[in-house]
């Protein structure tokens, strides 16, 4: 392999993805090619694990790899509106049990 593999491309992408946009189509109405932007909501994602049975954050590969739960259940727009909520879970811990989901309440 010649190069390390990382966690986050999908959470990223959404994240960059919602921010390019919104910049293009600002800069859009700045220059009168369009009346007003068609975004409604920015919209982020993060991911959320379960490691130990300790509740994490934004997982790196290692953490990713590592979680016996994971999540990319963040996915939510500016306001707080959940969009996405999707997971896998290994072993004995399950998301829905952990304070992780409050992340996104």
């Known amino acids: 392999?010649?190069?390390?593999?990382?966690?986050?491309?999908?959470?990223?992408?959404?994240?960059?993805?919602?921010?390019?946009?919104?910049v293009a189509c600002r800069?859009?109405?700045?220059?009168?090619?369009i009346s007003e932007s068609p975004i409604k909501k920015l919209v982020a994602a993060v991911s959320v694990g379960v490691i130990d049975g300790v509740?994490?954050?934004?997982?790196?590969?290692?953490?990713?790899?590592?979680?016996?739960?994971r999540s990319s259940i963040c996915v939510a727009t500016e306001d707080g509106s959940l969009v996405e909520a999707a997971g896998?879970?290994?072993?004995?811990?399950?998301?829905?049990?952990s304070s992780?989901?409050?992340?996104?309440?």
């Open 27 to 33: 800069r859009l109405v700045t220059e009168e090619k």
């Open 1 to 22: 392999m010649c190069c390390k593999p990382t966690a986050g491309h999908g959470r990223r992408a959404i994240t960059g993805a919602s921010l390019a946009v919104s």
């Open 55 to 69: 509740a994490l954050l934004d997982l790196n590969y290692e953490e990713d790899k590592a979680a016996t739960s």
């Open 88 to 97: 896998l879970g290994r072993g004995s811990d399950v998301l829905a049990r």
């Open 100 to 105: 992780s989901l409050k992340c996104c309440r």
